[in-house]
């Protein structure tokens, strides 16, 4: 079902310090840590003496150390000791974990998910995740098909019924075209766009312009703005509003698989306003950074009681539309890995490249 030769988010660095993070992504049990020189390392979570669960272990001389009987891995999976035999014993040679290569970069942990075939590319690089304004979320595990919910981070279409409580407000339910779909010369990103006719954009006025220019640096109304899509093979996906000033507005995801009923969610705002100001900083915290919680909430309400959740591809015949272009693509692009890796795609993939709207 899933790409396994592919890099994926397993934390944030700042989750990793000196306690290991236990986090099962792609159906594996890993654990990550940090070694002696700050180096972020993975490995898979089985000890190999009797099981023992190494996310539940501490960090000793920057090794892995596991909470049974004492056995200690270092970053490359090589058992390094073994309290049991004493100094003077041989520690056996198949006493090793499988390691999994680790990238680390812009705050984030990325993790190559198969042991056995080494990385060939490096995850993308966006200066936006350099900004200074930058609100990331939590980790959450949510409960969720894997497409469901990449798919859902995707698309506009639910926000104006899904969020009529939060985010929603406002938001017409009908949608202007996606009308670009260009793909990467790689193959492993996608992006698209979203323009509004002048006679459906909504511009705001009176109080609820001053208070959109407090919370998010903007005197327009984001909700029927022009704006861009962007996913990637990394299971991003980015939506992107330019502001009249040049500056950005970003609101971007990442979904890690952690078993067919279950993602890991790394989800953040950015503004790459450089002066945005203290007052701006602290009322998005206090209004819009803990109404994202609800947002969530609102998500998991949805995707996680789809009837879809036996199906490890979700709706065996989706119908879809214009708003699902996006996500389409990335269906079409993660299918392909699959099959590159001689498996068979778990969902039913379009194998023509979308076509762009009038």
């Given at each position: 079902m899933f790409a396994q030769q592919n890099w994926y988010v397993a934390a944030r660095s700042s989750e990793l310090s000196r306690e290991p993070i236990a986090r099962r992504i792609l159906e594996q049990d890993l654990v990550l840590f940090r070694d002696n020189?700050?180096?972020?390392?993975?490995?898979?979570?089985?000890?190999?003496?009797?099981?023992?669960?190494?996310?539940?272990?501490?960090?000793v001389d920057g090794c892995i150390e596991c909470p049974w009987h004492g056995w200690r891995y270092a970053g490359d999976g090589?058992?390094?000791?073994?309290?049991?035999?004493?100094?003077?014993?041989?520690?056996?040679?198949?006493?090793?974990?499988?390691s999994f290569p680790v990238h680390e970069a812009q705050g984030f942990i990325y993790v190559w998910t198969s042991a056995e075939h080494a990385p060939d590319w490096t995850p993308r690089s966006h200066d936006f995740f350099d900004a200074d304004f930058h609100e990331a979320g939590p980790a959450l595990n949510q409960k969720g098909n894997f497409i469901n919910t990449i798919e859902g981070a995707c698309d506009d279409s639910h926000?104006?019924?899904?969020?009529?409580?939060?985010?929603?407000?406002?938001?017409?339910?009908?949608?202007?075209?996606?009308?670009?779909?260009d793909e990467d010369a790689d193959g492993r990103g996608l992006e698209a766009a979203m323009r509004w006719p002048?006679?459906?954009?909504?511009?705001?006025?009176?109080?609820?312009?001053?208070?959109?220019?407090?919370?998010?640096?903007?005197?327009?109304?984001?909700?029927?703005?022009?704006?861009?899509?962007?996913?990637?093979?990394?299971?991003l996906v980015i939506h992107k509003y330019v502001k009249a000033d040049g500056n950005e507005l970003i609101i971007y995801a990442f979904v890690t698989p952690s078993d067919a009923t279950h993602n890991?969610?790394?989800?953040?705002?950015?503004?790459?306003?450089?002066?945005?100001?203290?007052?701006?900083?602290?009322?998005?915290?206090?209004?819009?950074?803990?109404?994202?919680?609800?947002?969530f909430a609102e998500d998991q309400d949805v995707i996680g009681t789809a009837l879809s959740d036996d199906l490890p591809g979700g709706h065996p015949q989706p119908v879809s539309v214009n708003a699902d272009l996006v996500g389409l693509g990335f269906r079409r692009m993660y299918a392909r890995q699959v099959e590159r890796e001689g498996a068979v795609p778990a969902w039913p993939v379009a194998r023509s490249k979308p076509q762009p709207v009038a």
């Open positions: 020189t700050g180096e972020a390392r993975a490995l898979h979570a089985m000890c190999a003496h009797r099981g023992g669960n190494l996310g539940r272990g501490r960090v090589t058992c390094t000791h073994i309290p049991s035999i004493g100094p003077e014993g041989k520690v056996p040679n198949l006493a090793r974990v499988p926000v104006f019924i899904a969020h009529r409580k939060t985010i929603g407000r406002g938001m017409p339910a009908q949608l202007a075209p996606i009308s670009i779909v002048a006679e459906q954009q909504r511009p705001l006025n009176g109080f609820n312009k001053w208070l959109n220019n407090l919370l998010l640096g903007t005197t327009e109304n984001t909700l029927t703005a022009d704006k861009t899509f962007r996913v990637e093979m990394t299971c890991w969610f790394f989800a953040g705002f950015i503004d790459t306003n450089p002066r945005r100001s203290r007052l701006s900083k602290l009322a998005y915290r206090m209004v819009l950074g803990r109404q994202l919680q609800d947002v």
